[in-house]
């Protein structure tokens, strides 16, 4: 039903409407008279930042765990550009999010006023501003429906003054859950199946979107079948059951390991992934002719961007795999599978051994340095992996470290560990909080390298304001590490020269030394600088005890 009021109070009346209870934010003079309205919607609750890095980093983790788009509320054209970095992140990565800002009256344009629309056309799905304030209720429900389909990703409303103030008359309705789980083609499946059929040793790679999809158990069964050694790729959400026996970890071809045992595979099953991306150069085609290559994914347009595909199918990953599953089952039953049931257990067999195998080869790794100081990352995320509490949620920011984090802190299902799944630093401590706030019954840790931490480090005054209790630990190794670990494969590996230098690379190390302990303490956080591995059970305890959030301030060494 039709009923007359302002456009801010539209604005307001739809998220309501949407069931948006968060906002996270920075506010302008232009957004002045929305923040205005909020008294009025105390079911709304505002989270001030102070830059608008933290507001998109808490909307990217709230929403990829409440998946749903959440809601950030920027300041007109300079705040927006400040949320740029981690909203093209959130592209990359499909994240749904609406986020918006105010403009001013429409009739400056002759002045300074910034199409704000245009200013991020190339970091959102969709991108609108309003002169008319009967625009806002049906701009706002597709706003919404476009965060939340696929492609999912973030999308921008910008109003001006003249749409806000305007009066109409308006009908509240908010989006309606769009079905656009695909199913697969029959043909398609059929085809798979015959390659799965006729490979000897395939394997399995699954991404994001495998649980994003709630595909875990779907993925679980493909897996134990066929008896593949199975990746996660990139696994910013987990997709499978890293304690699984048949679980490899995650796969980059950064890696020499992983690429030397893609050559073993005459079939890859990528699921729910952008099949190979990856920052450097590594060839415009990955797999050699004799191998083959299927891939599933939701989202149109994905498939077959790069590495030729020879079947590719555009589905729910859910529904895929079961479906590869039932036709895959039949071949084994009826006996009609390219190998004997003896060489899939064999494969099984296999699989478990090479898991059994990188395990050790981690530890014996890491067993010299067990009690170096500063102590070494894998001291620091065993230690701390033994600390925390059982329901406690990860959010993985440890950039250089993230493998010292994989090797010790298990995941089960979706949520046990969230990862930073952009190119941008500085998403870390905003997505602690955001990942908090969707959670409030969880201890919530965000793992965070010191230099991402410190590229948002005022978020750490927001978790103080509205008192979100997380945990910032951070892994202080007082370098830009990552940047020398990937020139050194950079040269090594890419321009094939023999001497790399990323040990010695200018301006990757913090030669003026930071504390960002006493930073925490700065604005209002409980905050402990860290030395001894020892001492990281009971500042856990500590920091927990106080019911507040909290950083600790993890020293560990940053060797190559
Ligand atoms: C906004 C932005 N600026 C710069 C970079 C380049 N960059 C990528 S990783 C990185 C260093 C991260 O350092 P830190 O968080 O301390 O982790 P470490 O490498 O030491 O493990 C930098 C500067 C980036 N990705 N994004
Ligand atoms: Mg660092």
Redo the contacts with the bound molecule.
């Keep these: 039903m039709k009923k007359k009021m302002s456009g801010k109070q539209a604005v307001m009346e739809m998220l309501k409407a949407e069931g948006v209870t968060h906002i996270f934010g920075n506010p302008g003079t232009s957004e002045g008279p929305l923040i205005d309205m909020l008294g009025d919607y105390p079911e709304i609750s505002y989270f001030m930042t102070l830059q608008e890095s933290v507001a998109v980093g808490m909307g990217e983790a709230y929403a990829r765990s409440t998946n749903t788009a959440s809601f950030v509320s920027l300041h007109v054209d300079s705040g927006l550009a400040n949320g740029i ?1 981690l909203m093209l992140d959130a592209l990359n990565s499909g994240t749904p999010m609406v986020i918006t800002s105010a403009n001013y009256d429409s009739r400056k344009i002759n002045e300074t006023k910034t199409d704000l629309a245009e200013l991020v056309r190339p970091v959102t799905k969709w991108a609108v501003e309003l002169d008319l304030p009967d625009q806002i209720p049906s701009v706002m429900r597709r706003a919404f429906n476009e965060a939340n389909s696929h492609p999912k990703g973030p999308v921008y409303v910008g109003f001006t003054a003249n749409a806000l103030e305007g009066i109409a008359d308006m009908n509240i309705i908010p989006s309606a859950k769009i079905h656009d789980e695909t199913r697969p083609d029959n043909t398609a499946i059929a085809k798979a199946a015959q390659l799965i059929k006729d490979s000897k040793n395939p394997v399995l790679m699954l991404g994001d979107r495998v649980s994003d999809d709630d595909a875990i158990s779907e993925a679980i069964e493909l897996a134990e079948l066929l008896g593949t050694p199975v990746y996660q790729f990139r696994g910013a959400e987990v997709s499978f059951p890293t304690k699984h026996p048949q679980y490899m970890g995650i796969y980059s071809l950064r890696s020499k390991r992983s690429r030397q045992a893609l050559d073993n595979f005459d079939l890859v099953i990528a699921v729910g992934m952008d099949v190979f991306e990856e920052l450097f150069y590594w060839g415009d085609v990955i797999l050699n002719s004799a191998q083959k290559l299927i891939h599933v994914d939701p989202i149109p347009g994905r498939i077959g961007r790069t590495e030729p595909t020879d079947v590719g199918v555009i589905s729910n990953c859910k529904t895929a795999l079961k479906d590869i599953t039932y036709i895959v089952k039949k071949h084994i039953t009826e006996n009609a599978m390219g190998v004997e049931i003896d060489e899939i257990n064999l494969r099984r067999h296999q699989s478990k051994l090479d898991v059994q195998y990188h395990h050790q080869t981690f530890e014996n790794l890491v067993k010299d340095n067990w009690d170096m100081n500063p102590m070494s990352p894998a001291r620091m995320m065993y230690e701390l992996s033994n600390a925390i509490p059982e329901n406690a949620m990860i959010m993985d ?5 993230r493998d010292a984090v994989r090797h010790y802190f298990p995941a089960e299902k979706r949520g046990d560990i969230v990862g930073i799944r952009g ?4 998403g ?1 401590i905003g997505a602690t909080m955001g990942l908090q706030c969707a959670n409030p019954k969880n201890p919530v840790f965000g793992i ?8 948002t480090i005022q978020g750490l005054w927001t978790a103080a304001n509205d008192k979100i209790p997380c945990v910032f630990v951070i ?1 202080n ?1 007082g ?7 990937n020139y050194n494969i950079y040269q090594s590996e890419i321009l094939k020269e023999t001497e790399p230098a990323g040990e010695n690379l200018l301006h ?1 190390e913090f030669s003026t030394p930071f504390n960002i302990a006493t930073i925490a303490q700065g604005m209002g956080l409980h905050g402990e600088r860290i030395t001894d591995p020892r001492q990281i059970a009971p500042a856990v305890t500590r920091v927990l005890k106080t019911g507040g959030p909290g950083v600790l301030d993890i020293v560990i060494d ?1 060797s190559l």
């Design positions: 970095a920011d440890s950039v250089s470290n190119q941008s630093i500085g870390g965070i390298g010191d230099g991402s931490a410190m590229m892994c190794n370098m830009y590490r990552v940047l020398r670990v990757s940053g």
